[in-house]
């Protein structure tokens, strides 16, 4: 009998031991805390003065920022009265409710049919060094009256049209005297890109990132510095930079081959070239900002790659030359969640003013 026991003993502890093969143990908090100052050490004064922390309202010598403008430039970014048919506003495509875009590869006009380039976030935006992939636009003022008038996009043949349509609207003859008191006839189409514009220079999205930019490094969990490190590691950082972390150069997409290789592309883009017709732009696209890129795939110019995963792992092989480990494009996938913000509920509602305007517009 005592045999029996001992075998069963036995049994029992080998199993115990085989079962803990391999399983790691869970780290002290004594340990935690040592790893992330030793990696805050590493890391921290170099990604404060790579990244630097994002400040708003995006202030602009040619058009101040007033409450009467950002008010005014609310109501128009999401009135449907701005496209042809009625059936578009700004917000269709850059949707304030899904940080500022719709999550499709390219956005339906307002007779349904598709552009040929994704819609970027409209978050931040005033920030950037230009508007839109090629950078044909230099701010978001010149930038919010071009869809406007694109026939793909909201197709309003021309200024005078939308002018006249809402220059009949009592609504509008009030908000554009109070955005611009000097001017003797406000509703102009010069003064709806200026409120648009205003609007839209406020939308700026700081995240915890931003905290520990400004030295707080307890805003930042250990899981998050080590993405940091692997994404300045990688080399991202000769890209994604700045407040922004992109959004201030040009760049080829695909210096270490063809980016359709990878994307999968139906079409194959040729960037700015189509702009300015230099074979050097040809295939060469803004670089993105980071901010928010977890909630606004799918990504690139022409929205062909859904996952962020892939993403990362696309841009280590075309612009890094590298293939990068499955644990490191995770490490850079964690650290890129850091950069999604809080979106105020006041900014992702539509006015109050619109709910209330049942004007009957002519065709």
């Known amino acids: 009998m005592k045999s029996y026991f001992l075998i069963i003993a036995t049994c029992l502890v080998l199993c115990t031991c085989n079962s803990s093969e391999g399983v790691e143990e869970p780290k002290s908090q004594a340990a935690i ?3 992330n100052q030793e990696l805050e050490a590493l890391i921290g004064e170099k990604a404060r003065a790579v990244f630097k922390p994002i400040v708003g309202p995006a202030e602009s010598p040619d058009n101040p920022i007033t409450k009467e403008k950002v008010d005014l430039g609310k109501v128009l970014y999401f009135d449907n009265r701005l496209s042809k048919d009625q059936k578009n506003s700004c917000n269709s495509c850059h ?3 899904s940080f500022g875009v719709d999550n499709l590869p390219t956005s339906p006009g307002d007779a349904g049919k598709s552009g040929s380039r994704n819609s970027p976030s409209v978050f931040n935006a005033a920030l950037h060094a230009s508007q839109f992939w090629d950078g044909r636009a230099k701010d978001v003022e010149e930038q919010a009256g071009l869809p406007i008038l694109n026939p793909v996009e909201m197709a309003i043949p021309h200024e005078e049209f939308l002018i006249e349509r809402i220059s009949e609207i009592k609504m509008y003859q009030t908000l554009f005297r109070a955005a611009f008191p000097e001017d003797k006839n406000p509703v102009n189409y010069t003064n709806l890109k200026k409120a648009i514009g205003a609007f839209e220079r406020i939308l700026i999205t700081p995240s915890h990132f931003d905290d520990y930019l400004a030295g707080n490094s307890s805003a930042f969990s250990l899981e998050e510095k080590k993405g940091l490190k692997s994404f300045m590691d990688a080399g991202c ?4 930079a700045g407040p922004l972390l992109g959004a201030n150069l040009f760049q080829k997409f695909g210096l270490y081959g063809d980016y359709w290789q ?11 070239f189509t702009l300015t017709a230099l074979e050097s732009d040809k295939y060469v ?3 993105p900002s ?9 990504y690139f110019h022409d929205g062909s790659v859904t996952s962020l995963d892939e993403s990362v792992r696309i841009m280590g092989v075309m612009n890094l030359g590298k293939e990068l480990a499955e644990e490191e494009i995770k490490s850079i996938v964690t650290f890129l969640n850091s950069l999604t913000a809080d979106i105020p509920d006041d900014v992702k509602t539509p006015p109050t003013l619109l709910e209330k305007e049942f004007v009957v517009i002519r065709p």
Do not use: M
């Open 262 to 272: 990878h994307t999968k592309s139906k079409v194959i883009d040729e960037g700015r």
């Open 237 to 240: 950082i000769t890209c994604h």
């Open 290 to 298: 980071l901010r928010n890129v977890a909630k606004t795939a799918p």
């Open 95 to 97: 949707n304030l409710s």
């Open 33 to 35: 805390f040592r790893e």
């Open 285 to 287: 696209f803004k670089v």
